[in-house]
């Protein structure tokens, strides 16, 4: 990330917005990205929007669009724990082999981010296949090239299976974790990722029935901590992906309100301090989402 953020905004009020929050972040010790966009207007706030991130789980958005796109969702898969991916939900939790639907596969990966899932995903679209499929739909700004679990293995293999040594090196220097390299992560920048979230509310990418698929299933994410933090009522819906490894703390997503405002979000972080738990930063990603849907939301009424 650049030392000073490069800050994009439509007005000036808007730009205020987009150095508070920059200065909050860098007040925490994060550094990061942010963009919010009204997915109808095109107005916008944020900063450091085309600096390119590890994605952790925000891959298994495009994923799951091209998934969507082309995949039989009642097919069946069966997936064994005792090969599949590392995670603490879903079916990466399991004890014993289960045959899940492709449709609920793809329920599993976005309502609870479940790595075990993604993989099985990934198994019958591989990462080649879903990075061909984003250039076909001119989604520049995203690579994926890697399986969920191949991320676990790259930290295990340079610290002996201790995931907190694994954290200390990220946070010093994340090349020395293959797949934080920007070269071979699954990467993408917020501008990006704020594009192919408002691509998908307008139907403007792959076909209407995925992306009003993937419109749903993003709404039932179960985690709330980050960008819904400050947004929860009974007039506004977030549907969002949060993305979490190591010092990594991201979420994508688009909060929409009654009165018609859908405002489309990504907020990619990295901690600079060795912490497995950081609730404060969850807080101000959540503290810019709040804002910035608020700044917006004024300047479209």
């Excluded at 600096?51 to 091209?66: D, G, H, N, Q």
């Amino acid at each position: 990330m650049s030392a000073v953020p490069a800050f994009v905004a439509s007005d000036g009020g808007l730009l205020d917005v987009a150095e508070a929050i920059a200065a909050e972040w860098a007040a925490l010790g994060v550094r990061g990205s942010f963009l919010a966009e009204d997915v109808d207007t095109g107005d916008r706030l944020g900063f450091d929007v085309d600096e390119p991130v590890p994605l952790a789980s925000v891959v298994k958005v495009p994923l799951a669009l091209v998934v969507l796109s082309g995949t039989d969702l009642a097919r069946t898969v069966t997936v064994d724990p005792a090969t599949s991916s590392v995670g603490p939900t879903g079916l990466a939790a399991f004890r014993y082999p289960a045959t899940v639907a492709v449709g609920d596969l793809l329920l599993l990966m976005l309502s609870v981010s479940d790595n075990a899932s993604a993989d099985a995903l990934f198994d019958l679209v591989p990462p080649s296949e879903v990075d061909a499929r984003l250039r076909a739909w001119n989604c520049t700004g995203i690579r994926v090239r890697h399986r969920m679990n191949r991320m676990y293995e790259c930290a295990v293999g340079v610290s002996d299976n201790d995931f907190g040594l694994a954290l200390e090196l990220a946070v010093r220097d994340e090349r020395t974790i293959e797949l934080l390299d920007p070269e071979r992560a699954n990467l993408g920048t917020a501008a990006a990722l704020v594009d192919l979230l408002r691509r998908v509310w307008r139907d403007e990418i792959a076909d209407p029935g995925a992306t009003a698929g993937l419109r749903r299933l993003m709404g039932q994410q179960v985690f709330t901590q980050r960008l819904s933090n400050d947004l929860r009522a009974d007039t506004i819906r977030v549907s969002g992906k949060t993305g979490s490894f190591l010092h990594l703390r991201h979420e994508i997503g688009v909060v929409e309100a009654e009165t018609g405002d859908r405002i489309a979000m990504a907020a990619l972080t990295r901690a600079d301090r060795r912490a497995r738990q950081a609730p404060d930063i969850d807080v101000a990603i959540g503290a810019a989402a709040r804002d910035a849907f608020e700044a917006l939301r004024r300047r479209s009424g």
